[in-house]
């Protein structure tokens, strides 16, 4: 079963614009992560942001959680048709076992047009 | 490091027939994750290895599939017999600790069953 959902399912954008993609989970975390998956491709880590963190910064992404909420968001600011891709999240699900597993989200497919 | 390396890229098999997906963890790493994306399941995270002990298989579809590492730089996933609705790709990733920090994800293997 998902534990995160992405919301919304696909966007469509121009060049320039910026890009706001949220992600909803279930269950408290350790940490929240945000991978991108170019078409084909594997998914590549883009930032993790920790369950006692509010707001991280990494060139022009900014992701924001809400714990009391159980949601994040992910906003790419003036966005360029490389960025055409799909977002996940991915939220660190504690086990019984004391360990930590990665479980992903549904995604958003992102498109930016030139 | 080459990062994580799958093998083979591309696997079409006949109904029935046994498949093994192969995955070579980035040195160092401890954690090992197998993962399946199809596009009405998303991607589930199918087992999680932590120094070469599997922790969590809850996502393990049936006894059809099966997985080991017997290495620190060697995991394989088994299915046998392979049914039509095993059909997808399959993603292996590693991380040096646990769900703390990034994981890094191999390219794939895009497995068709007919």
């Known amino acids: 079963s998902q534990q995160g959902e992405e919301d919304p399912q696909a966007l469509s954008i121009q060049e320039g614009e910026n890009a706001t993609m949220n992600c909803s989970y279930k269950t408290s975390i350790n940490n929240l992560q945000w991978y991108r998956q170019n078409s084909g491709r594997g998914l590549v880590h883009l930032i993790l942001?920790?369950?006692?963190?509010r707001e991280k910064h990494s060139g022009r992404l900014r992701v924001t959680l809400d714990t009391s909420k159980k949601s994040s968001s992910l906003l790419i600011t003036a966005s360029r048709a490389a960025d055409t891709a799909s977002y996940f999240c991915a939220t660190a699900l504690r086990l019984n076992t004391g360990f930590q597993k990665l479980v992903f989200g549904t995604g958003t497919r992102l498109l930016v047009s030139p | 490091d080459a990062g994580v390396i799958q093998s083979p890229r591309h696997e079409v098999t006949e109904m029935g027939q046994e498949v093994t997906l192969r995955c070579k963890p980035i040195?160092?790493?401890?954690?090992l994750f197998w993962y399946r994306q199809t596009m009405m399941r998303g991607l589930e995270l199918l087992i999680y290895f932590n120094n070469n002990v599997p922790i969590d298989d809850s996502g393990m579809p049936e006894d059809r599939f099966s997985a080991k590492m017997p290495n620190a730089s060697f995991s394989t996933l088994k299915i046998q017999p392979s049914e039509p609705r095993d059909s997808a790709v399959y993603f292996c990733a590693s991380s040096s600790r646990q769900t703390n920090t990034e994981a890094f994800f191999g390219q794939g293997t895009r497995l068709t069953v007919v």
């Open positions: 942001i920790r369950s006692n963190e």
């Open positions: 040195s160092g790493h401890n954690s």
